[in-house]
């Protein structure tokens, strides 16, 4: 799960940069165009856009400039979160409750969320999706559980052992949007991996809602409940990064929030540009830009449910990417007039609408499936669905994406809520060198190196010897300041008799 429009912090959003690379593409309606870098002209009374990549034989990095892709422009975003980040770092409680009341309508007293309002919450929540919620959170352990490794120990030599040990993060904070939708799923996905990796303490953050009192959404709070979660604060946006990078104190310099060691979850851009600013204070998990899905397709795919899967992305976000990729002509026709038709009855069709018509969204023609698997890997989806005669094989074919979904019964919305995996997923290409949260990102591998005096012993002249390539001697008086005498034979060679 990409950047789920989250509103906080609305105000001041800087321009987008315009488009990448250059390809023909054709938009439905007979209207024709060329991307450039400058950016693509569009057609205002067209959904989607086809990009014919049919007779062209790219690289795979000349592919990846002409895929499409949402317009961030990160750094921008940058300029408008130092400030706020420094703020929270200046003057912590005060600061946190002003940015708050200047972007999410609310003027809090305290940032945290009372205990009672998590009973509260739980108590009143609706019982079919509080069954959808255990559902989903039972699924979700029974897939991270197996994720947890166990300690190894390796005998390098005699007497000499490297064992490495995984050792949970002590406190971590995660966030949960709270823009244009709510998402208690991805409190669920949050929560979960990092309970399994056995982190002591965790910290749930979501935006002040004008409409619940300044709480977070309740169905939000439930979840938390759901999930043993007592230590929730109602702060969205860059504040709610660097309120958990930096920790925050009251005036009198009371500590009010703790900070935490890793910050995880998806949000908007300025979400993303506090978690690029404060990157080193904190580990992250990934920046999250904004959701996407690509799929591959062939004739056996079904036009509805194709068209289906692809706006129910495009609903999370007027900015979220929806691609579909295939060699038949016939099949994307067919996804045009079905989503021409679903598109009108969805709830959130003018959401859903700007994503579909925006740069970030096409219809890909290519030659055949051998070249869509090169557009797939070259466009690195978050969510990666396959409809084609053969999608388990092709499937395990694939290298760049955060998630596969194999076949018609395996839609991206399962995946969202209860397939048991884990939806916040790398976006914008990340994918080809990032991979999923997971209870790993919640874990550190630690080598503990053990060698006794003889293992050390034996192998004390290549480290000298190193150490001297490397001009830098002390490296190796470390080693023979241990040993004042020669250094005893290897263990390997056999002792001289004794003298008569």
């Known amino acids: 799960m990409g950047s789920r429009g989250d509103a906080t912090e609305g105000a001041d959003r800087p321009a987008p940069t315009q488009g990448r690379g250059t390809a023909t593409a054709t938009y439905h309606g007979g209207v024709q165009?060329?991307?450039?870098?400058?950016?693509?002209?569009?057609?205002?009374?067209?959904?989607?856009?086809?990009l014919d990549l049919r007779g062209r034989h790219l690289e795979h990095r000349e592919l990846r400039g002409v895929v499409p892709r949402a317009e961030l422009d990160v750094e921008a975003a940058l300029a408008i979160v130092r400030p706020i980040c420094d703020d929270v770092r200046a003057r912590g409680?005060?600061?946190?409750?002003?940015?708050?009341?200047?972007?999410?309508?609310?003027?809090?007293?305290?940032?945290?969320?009372?205990?009672?309002?998590?009973?509260?919450?739980?108590?009143?929540?609706?019982?079919?999706?509080?069954?959808?919620l255990e559902e989903s959170i039972r699924r979700a352990r029974l897939v991270h559980a197996d994720?947890?490794?166990?300690?190894?120990?390796?005998?390098?030599?005699?007497?000499?052992?490297v064992t490495e040990r995984w050792v949970p993060v002590e406190r971590v904070g995660l966030y949960v949007p709270g823009g244009l939708a709510v998402y208690p799923s991805s409190v669920v996905m949050n929560v979960v991996p990092a309970q399994e990796a056995g982190v002591e303490q965790i910290v749930v953050t979501s935006p002040a809602q004008k409409d619940f009192d300044g709480l977070p959404h309740p169905t939000i709070l439930a979840a938390c409940a759901?999930?043993?979660?007592?230590?929730?604060?109602?702060?969205?946006?860059?504040?709610?990064?660097?309120m958990l990078a930096y920790g925050a104190r009251d005036e009198d310099g009371t500590l009010v929030v703790p900070s935490v060691d890793i910050v995880t979850g998806p949000g908007n851009i300025y979400v993303a540009a506090a978690k690029r600013l404060l990157k080193g204070v904190i580990g992250i998990?990934?920046?999250?830009?904004?959701?996407?899905?690509?799929?591959?397709?062939?004739?056996?795919?079904?036009?509805?449910?194709?068209?289906?899967?692809?706006?129910?992305?495009?609903?999370?976000?007027?900015?979220?990417?929806?691609?579909?990729?295939?060699?038949?002509?016939?099949?994307?026709d067919a996804v045009v007039a079905e989503l021409t038709r679903q598109v009108a009855t969805t709830k959130h069709s003018e959401r859903v609408t700007t994503a579909l018509s925006g740069p970030q969204s096409a219809i890909v023609l290519v030659d055949d499936l051998e070249a869509g698997m090169q557009v797939v890997d070259a466009y690195a989806a978050e969510h990666l669905e396959i409809h084609t005669v053969d999608a388990r094989e092709r499937a395990a074919r694939v290298r760049n994406a955060?998630?596969?979904?194999?076949?018609?019964?395996?839609?991206?919305?399962?995946?969202?809520?209860?397939?048991g995996s884990n939806h916040v997923l790398p976006t914008?290409?990340?994918?080809?060198?990032?991979?999923?949260?997971?209870?790993?990102?919640?874990?550190?591998?630690?080598?503990?190196?053990?060698?006794?005096?003889?293992?050390?012993?034996?192998?004390?002249?290549?480290?000298?010897?190193?150490?001297?390539?490397e001009d830098l001697p002390a490296h190796g008086d470390a080693v023979t300041v241990r040993f004042p005498a020669t250094p005893s034979a290897p263990r390997s060679a056999a002792a001289p008799a004794p003298a008569p």
Do not use: K
């Open 33 to 50: 165009t060329t991307l450039v870098t400058s950016g693509a002209t569009e057609s205002v009374d067209t959904l989607i856009r086809t």
């Open 93 to 132: 409680v005060a600061a946190v409750l002003d940015a708050t009341e200047r972007f999410d309508g609310v003027r809090l007293t305290h940032p945290r969320v009372p205990s009672q309002a998590l009973v509260d919450a739980l108590a009143t929540l609706d019982p079919a999706v509080r069954a959808a």
């Open 147 to 161: 994720q947890r490794r166990t300690d190894s120990r390796v005998q390098v030599v005699p007497g000499g052992s």
């Open 226 to 242: 759901l999930l043993g979660v007592q230590e929730v604060y109602a702060v969205g946006g860059a504040q709610a990064v660097a």
């Open 285 to 332: 998990d990934s920046e999250a830009g904004p959701t996407e899905i690509g799929i591959l397709a062939d004739d056996t795919a079904v036009p509805a449910e194709v068209a289906a899967d692809l706006i129910s992305q495009a609903e999370h976000d007027p900015m979220a990417g929806a691609v579909l990729i295939t060699p038949s002509t016939r099949l994307a």
């Open 402 to 419: 955060g998630a596969v979904f194999v076949g018609r019964w395996a839609p991206v919305s399962l995946g969202d809520y209860c397939a």
């Open 428 to 469: 914008g290409g990340c994918a080809c060198h990032s991979g999923g949260l997971s209870v790993q990102t919640f874990l550190r591998g630690i080598h503990v190196v053990d060698y006794d005096e003889q293992a050390l012993s034996d192998v004390a002249h290549h480290v000298v010897a190193l150490a001297n390539a």
